[in-house]
């Protein structure tokens, strides 16, 4: 009979520190919640592949685009007017084939690197660029929430709004990221969303009814509006 006791007590020493251990990760779960749920995202090596915005003088569907160019991954670009007119920057081939006024950029140079511009008057500089696009705010740098709407050129206001969100990232080994929120969020719920994703540079695109993206053959995100420029992902012609 002792036996039979011993073995019960051992069980039930074993299920009470199951459940402890489950209530710990319950309870972990809770007091860090998973933001990335929040968003639709593509991580890109970009070894044997290049980013190559692409520029429409009148607006085009996203799917269209995506019919034309076959790429492996895209995203919306930077702001437009109601003219149809792109507001940031935007470098094709080493040339600018858009001037903006924005003060953040993604680029990717001649040898093949993923960085970040940022401008604090003047004009951006785009040497030993290859391809690259302008938006804001920026939203990471240094592995940190970089967040000031006021100094990139936006509005104090842009802070409180809350709206579908895209974005571009890079993560600490060099990695692409391709980023839109599945809900309306906040600036700065969305910088936390890269932030959760490993982004130490990250900048905001356009959003709203402009937030589309695409991943090798799937449309994660679809917008609603049509499209003046691009940001893809093309594999390298060998």
């Not at 001037?99 to 680029?107: D, K, P, W």
């Not at 050129?153 to 990232?169: D, N």
């Not at 719920?189 to 959003?207: I, T």
Request: charged share 20%; aromatic share 6%; glycine share 10%.
């Amino acid at each position: 009979m002792r036996k039979k006791n011993n073995r019960g007590a051992v069980r039930l020493a074993i299920i009470t520190g199951l459940l402890l251990i489950a209530a710990v990760f319950i309870s972990a779960g809770r007091s860090h919640p998973n933001r990335v749920l929040n968003v639709e995202y593509i991580e890109i090596d970009l070894r044997g592949k290049e980013i190559r915005p692409v520029v429409f003088r009148s607006g085009a569907l996203f799917s269209s685009v995506i019919e034309q160019y076959h790429p492996y991954a895209a995203i919306n670009g930077t702001y437009y007017d109601g003219e149809f007119r792109p507001l940031g920057d935007i470098l094709v081939g080493g040339k600018l084939e858009n001037h903006g006024h924005y003060r953040n950029a993604v680029a990717h140079t001649n040898d093949g690197k993923l960085i970040f511009l940022h401008k604090e008057k003047g004009r951006l500089n785009w040497n030993n660029c290859q391809s690259g696009i302008a938006a804001g705010p920026r939203l990471i740098h240094n592995g940190k929430i970089a967040l000031d709407p006021v100094s990139d050129g936006f509005s104090r206001r842009s802070l409180t709004i809350e709206a579908l969100r895209s974005g571009v990232g890079r993560t600490r080994s060099g990695k692409l990221l391709l980023v839109t929120s599945k809900e309306q969020m906040t600036l700065a719920a969305f910088a936390q969303s890269m932030l959760d994703l490993g982004a130490v540079e990250a900048m905001n695109l356009d959003g709203g009814g402009a937030s589309g993206l695409y991943f090798n053959g799937k449309t994660l995100m679809s917008p609603t509006l049509p499209m003046t420029n691009m940001l893809l992902v093309l594999k390298n012609q060998h």
